[in-house]
């Protein structure tokens, strides 16, 4: 069993902070005596986030607002946060977006910026962060938030659920790749959560009510986030049975699309 090493005095740079998950993160993080670096769009909801950490904690709070729609943005704030702040020991990608829709009524500029935000945005972000990690010589964590939806498929999700699929795939070999520098990286694969996301994802407004009574609450994910943070863990599914789902799937391919298209589609 891994030994428990505590997130206390680490720096941890979050994206995502404004909101559900995220923000649930920064909360437990701040009690957990962490060195927060909080990310986001809204720099007004960052200075609410960053205040209600003050409550918990008396460690060092910042603030770093990051599009990650704007690659080029985030190289230049990065070196401000280095520079002003310190290398991250932990990176926590949280920021994430999705629109249920059927790929052939997509518009091609949302496919770009779903994938902008829940891939390319994160690489970008990801390889400065640990690029300095391994220039500075210091170990790290870099966790990943995923999605159950990257993998197992369902209808009006090709662009959420491959953009996740191919963070999943990109972390199992960032993961390789990191190993000799004593980085690790953590992938977690929840399935829905009660936050505002599906505001913007769910066009009819049903989906959460439809799935309410397995839908996870943002405060568990976050503590299952930071126990696989604590514990090194490789991969976090949530629920777990999701796991074994995923599982049954892969052997029986057929009868995975019969049901998800049927029983399972609630969107």
């Known amino acids: 069993?891994?030994?428990?090493?505590?997130?206390?005095?680490?720096?941890?740079?979050?994206?995502?902070?404004?909101?559900?998950?995220?923000?649930?993160?920064?909360?437990?993080?701040?009690?957990?005596?962490?060195r927060l670096i909080l990310s986001g769009r809204n720099q007004t909801k960052l200075a609410e986030v960053k205040a209600n950490c003050r409550e918990y904690t008396l460690q060092p709070i910042y603030t770093a607002c990051l599009d990650l729609t704007q690659p080029k943005t985030i190289q230049p704030t990065m070196e401000h946060v280095y520079e002003?702040?310190?290398?991250?020991?932990?990176?926590?990608?949280?920021?994430?977006?999705?629109?249920?829709?059927?790929?052939?009524?997509?518009?091609?500029?949302q496919v770009e910026q779903i994938y902008q935000i829940n891939l390319f945005g994160t690489m970008a972000l990801t390889k400065t962060v640990t690029k300095e990690m391994i220039q500075s010589k210091q170990s790290g964590i870099?966790?990943?938030?995923?999605?159950?939806?990257?993998?197992?498929?369902?209808?009006k999700s090709s662009i959420y659920g491959s953009s996740k699929a191919a963070l999943i795939a990109f972390s199992d070999t960032l993961r390789l790749e990191l190993a000799p520098y004593n980085i690790q990286v953590l992938t977690v694969n929840p399935g829905p959560i009660v936050t505002n996301f599906f505001e913007q994802a769910d066009e009819t407004g049903n989906y959460l009510e439809a799935v309410k009574d397995y839908a996870l609450e943002p405060e568990e994910v976050a503590i299952e986030i930071v126990e696989g943070?604590?514990?090194?863990?490789?991969?976090?599914?949530?629920?777990?049975?999701?796991?074994?789902?995923?599982?049954?799937?892969r052997l029986f391919p057929r009868v995975g699309d019969y049901l998800s298209q049927t029983v399972f589609n609630k969107k």
């Open 142 to 155: 870099v966790v990943n938030i995923a999605s159950q939806g990257g993998k197992m498929p369902s209808p």
């Open 1 to 34: 069993m891994f030994r428990k090493e505590s997130v206390a005095n680490q720096l941890i740079f979050l994206t995502g902070a404004t909101s559900g998950v995220g923000e649930q993160l920064a909360y437990l993080l701040a009690k957990k005596q962490a």
């Open 84 to 109: 002003n702040y310190g290398v991250p020991s932990i990176l926590i990608n949280c920021a994430g977006i999705g629109l249920f829709r059927s790929f052939v009524d997509m518009d091609f500029e």
């Open 229 to 249: 943070i604590e514990f090194r863990k490789r991969e976090v599914n949530l629920p777990s049975y999701m796991q074994l789902a995923n599982l049954g799937y």
